[in-house]
T-cell receptor, first 119, second 115 residues
Framework: AQKITQTQPGMFVQEKEAVTLDCTYDTSDPSYGLFWYKQPSSGEMIFLIYQGSYDQQNATEGRYSLNFQKARKSANLVISASQLGDSAMYFCAMREGEVIKAAGNKLTFGGGTRVLVKP | DGGITQSPKYLFRKEGQNVTLSCEQNLNHDAMYWYRQDPGQGLRLIYYSQIVNDFQKGDIAEGYSVSREKKESFPLTVTSAQKNPTAFYLC??????????????FGAGSRLTVL
């Protein structure tokens, strides 16, 4: 079974509007972390936001917020007030287990969602 | 500035040749990772290393080899045994003994094309 599922292969969004990118995950480990990365056409991966499984509040970083619904195993990314520079691929990723344990910090990635912001 | 340097950015090789991709970091991170990305897809883990002289296979290690002789360096060799080596390769690092988010920092990637 897929551990990270991103069901939207691509989306258009109007500049200045908000957009929600879906991510569902599958793990039996009570301790995990969820990440969102942005990949512009240049290829580098840019970290956007993080949510720990024990975090009580939804994470926010500037225009990015994470809608964490633990019971539904979803971690959707919301980008508010979209800008042309937000056009990119967006990846949801998960770390299973405690980061300080021997398993390290390896991440499992979803297939990504391509966002195109229209002026 | 601290970061991860991958080289070369673009690489063309003939089928059957081994290729080594370089990854160097000056972030003083303990852990390093290699991921592969195929067009329109997510990243898949090839190998990772939590400490010098130690590394573990990821999900798609067949046809690849790595070494970790120095903390700063984690080169990846794509061998002739790799059936479909044409891909975008991303190196990353993290402070393995950290807490909380322990974010992976990525290099700019190396695009390998086998002719």
């Amino acid at each position: 079974a897929q551990k990270i599922t991103q069901t939207q292969p691509g989306m258009f969004v109007q500049e200045k509007e908000a957009v929600t990118l879906d991510c569902t995950y599958d793990t039996s480990d009570p301790s995990y972390g969820l990440f969102w990365y942005k990949q512009p056409s240049s290829g580098e991966m840019i970290f956007l936001i993080y949510q720990g499984s024990y975090d009580q509040q939804n994470a926010t970083e500037g225009r990015y917020s994470l809608n964490f619904q633990k019971a539904r195993k979803s971690a959707n990314l919301v980008i508010s007030a979209s800008q042309l520079g937000d056009s990119a691929m967006y990846f949801c990723a998960m770390r299973e287990g405690e980061v300080i344990k021997a398993a390290g910090n390896k991440l499992t990635f979803g297939g990504g969602t391509r966002v195109l912001v229209k002026p | 500035d601290g970061g991860i340097t991958q080289s070369p950015k673009y690489l063309f090789r003939k089928e059957g040749q081994n290729v080594t991709l370089s990854c160097e970091q000056n972030l003083n991170h303990d852990a390093m990772y290699w991921y592969r990305q195929d067009p329109g897809q997510g990243l898949r883990l090839i190998y990772y290393s939590q400490i010098v002289n130690d590394f573990q296979k990821g999900d798609i290690a067949e046809g690849y080899s790595v070494s970790r002789e120095k903390k700063e360096s984690f080169p990846l060799t794509v061998t002739s045994a790799q059936k479909n080596p044409t891909a975008f390769y991303l190196c990353a690092s993290s402070p393995h003994r950290g807490t909380g988010a322990n974010v992976l920092t990525f290099g700019a990637g190396s695009r390998l094309t086998v002719l």
